[in-house]
């Protein structure tokens, strides 16, 4: 179990500097949010439970899911990965 959490561990890592990566203003919560859905799967990862990504006037109050609102340059960009990684691990 120990080995399987850290396999989840590092996927998620990965799939987050992959998204910080893309982080650009112009693109869409949508598109950015995508990123980190992507290199999750890409990992061996099995789903995300929720797509809790706002950025600028969004972030507040939080718990929303991403839109296709296009972030701005200089945005506050909030997120909660909520992914399930490889062998059913958050």
């Not at 987050?16 to 992507?38: D, F």
């Amino acid at each position: 179990e120990i080995l399987a959490m850290r396999r989840s561990i590092v996927a998620c890592e990965a799939a987050m500097g992959e998204m910080e990566a893309a982080l650009r203003p112009g693109i869409s919560e949508n598109e950015l949010w995508a990123e980190l859905h992507r290199g999750n799967i890409a990992r061996g990862g099995e789903w995300v439970e929720t797509r809790l990504l706002t950025s600028g006037p969004r972030t507040n109050p939080w718990f929303q899911e991403c839109s296709s609102r296009t972030i701005a340059a200089g945005d506050l960009v909030a997120f909660d990965t909520d992914l399930i990684g490889p062998y059913g691990f958050c």
